[in-house]
């Protein structure tokens, strides 16, 4: 009722793991998932956490035993082998020596992108897709590949150019950049252990 009254938001979390840093939308949230799994932490306990830009309440609706739940494993592995059997009958029906051949047996659309790089791994009708780029650097160029599997379904491609990555003069500004995301995890690890222990911090003496 008070979460109505406040016109809040309730998101609920499912399947928060011990060593996520992330919760919900929520990046950077040690806190929550280090209070969520302390022993002390009981269901139905509740608390409020200070976060960058406000404030959440969170409520520990549930814990399970370490292992994966039996009704949620059948479910997870009869998905699993139908999307496996799907991309065999598609990788068998991917006949056709060029895109346009094998788009109109499945009436699709063949959609192309450019500039596509790790950096930038979006792919038209398929989205982020990291592990499909990673995959395409390693092609060859003007060459057809068929059955590619994407998290979506299955894909044939053709490179058309491969650009090789400009080398930069210095390399001062990514190692700025490496050594503040590690100065940064230092201090979350830290401050995360402060609140499981009791510890006298005497950084500032020896810094």
Same mark, same amino acid.
């Given at each position: 009722e008070l979460?109505?009254?406040?016109?809040l938001t309730i998101q609920p979390v499912i399947g928060l793991k011990a060593m996520d840093d992330k919760v919900s939308n929520l990046t950077n949230q040690r806190q929550i998932v280090t209070w969520a799994f302390n022993k002390d932490s009981k269901v139905n306990d509740i608390k409020r956490f200070?976060?960058?830009?406000?404030?959440v309440v969170v409520k520990l609706d549930a814990k399970h035993k370490k292992g994966l739940n039996l009704g949620n494993a059948k479910a997870g592995i009869r998905t699993k082998l139908l999307n496996e059997k799907k991309g065999k009958? *598609?990788?068998? $029906?991917?006949?056709?020596?060029? #895109?346009?051949?094998?788009?109109?047996?499945?009436?699709?659309?063949?959609q192309s992108s450019r500039a596509v790089s790790l950096g930038s791994?979006?792919?038209?009708?398929?989205?982020?897709?990291e592990g499909i780029i990673s995959?395409?650097?390693?092609?060859?160029?003007?060459?057809?590949?068929?059955?590619?599997?994407a998290a979506?379904?299955?894909?044939?491609?053709? *490179?058309?150019? $491969?650009?090789s990555p400009k080398g #930069?003069?210095?390399?001062?500004?990514s190692k700025t950049t490496v050594w503040n995301l590690n100065k940064s995890k230092s201090s979350k690890v830290f401050n995360a252990l402060k609140k499981l222990v009791e510890i006298e911090d005497n950084r500032a003496t020896f810094y």
């Open positions: 979460v109505k009254e406040q016109k200070d976060i960058e830009n406000g404030y009958l *598609i990788k068998e $029906k991917m006949k056709g020596d060029n #895109l346009q051949e094998i788009a109109t047996v499945f009436n699709a659309k063949v791994p979006i792919l038209p009708g398929i989205g982020r897709s995959t395409l650097i390693g092609l060859q160029e003007n060459q057809l590949y068929k059955g590619i599997d979506s379904g299955v894909i044939a491609v053709k *490179i058309t150019k $491969k650009d #930069l003069d210095n390399y001062n500004s």
